[in-house]
Each structure stands twice: as C-alpha cells, then as structure tokens.
Nanobody, 116 residues
Framework: QVQLVESGGGLVQAGGSLRLSCVTS??????????NSWYRQAPGKEREFVGR??????EYADSVRGRFTISSDNAKSTTYLQMNNLRPEDTAVYYC?????????WGLGTQVTVSS
C-alpha cells in the first residue's frame, strides 16, 4: 500500500502562486517509473485531470497549460505542482495520484482557494 500526502494549499489572490507537494511512501524504484498526476475537484463538479508526469514527460489539461508546471524528485518520491497566475476558477481540492502496474493510489487532497 502506497500512501500519498498533499500539502501546500491555501488562500491566495487571483494572479498569485502556490506550490503543492505530494509526498509518497513509494520506493524510489517504483516512484521513478510511476505515472504521477494531479487532479482537482471543485464544489459541485466532478474530479478533473490537471496534469501528469511520467518518465520525464509532462501532460497538462488545456485549462492550466502555460500556468501550471509539474515536476518530481525521484530521490524524495515527491511530485510537485507549481501553480502561477491563479484564477478564481482554479479553486478546488487538489489530489495527487500514483499509478503503477494496474494499481492506483490517491491522497486525501489539499484545498486551494483563489479570491478575486
């Protein structure tokens, strides 16, 4: 069982920045070849894909491309989400996910609130 813990959320004004972290209990050998991604869920909406990093390749949702950047530190088994130029519509609970050989694991989420 892999544990994931997100942190770094908070309240920020529109145009501001936040950096989220997702610390996992996965070993470095597993983490480095896992599909590590971020999702978010706004009130009353379904959970949606934000972005992923997989063996160095990055993919983003259209709504965040150019503003958000995903990175990872294999030695720390940690994934990051740098969020710049935040908008009120980015307000949501942000979750990280790790997918490896048919198994997926989720964190409990961290709240991001962007005020206008």
């Amino acid at each position: 069982q892999v544990q994931l813990v997100e942190s770094g959320g908070g309240l920020v004004q529109a145009g501001g920045s936040l950096r989220l972290s997702c610390v996992t209990s996965a070993s470095t050998s597993i983490f480095s070849v896992s599909n590590n991604s971020w999702y978010r869920q706004a009130p009353g909406k379904e959970r949606e894909f934000v972005g992923r990093i997989y063996v160095g390749r990055r993919e983003y949702a259209d709504s965040v491309r150019g503003r958000f950047t995903i990175s990872s530190d294999n030695a720390k088994s940690t994934t990051y989400l740098q969020m710049n130029n935040l908008r009120p519509e980015d307000t949501a609970v942000y979750y990280c996910r790790l997918y490896f050989k048919g198994h997926e694991y989720w964190g409990l989420g961290t709240q991001v609130t962007v005020s206008s």
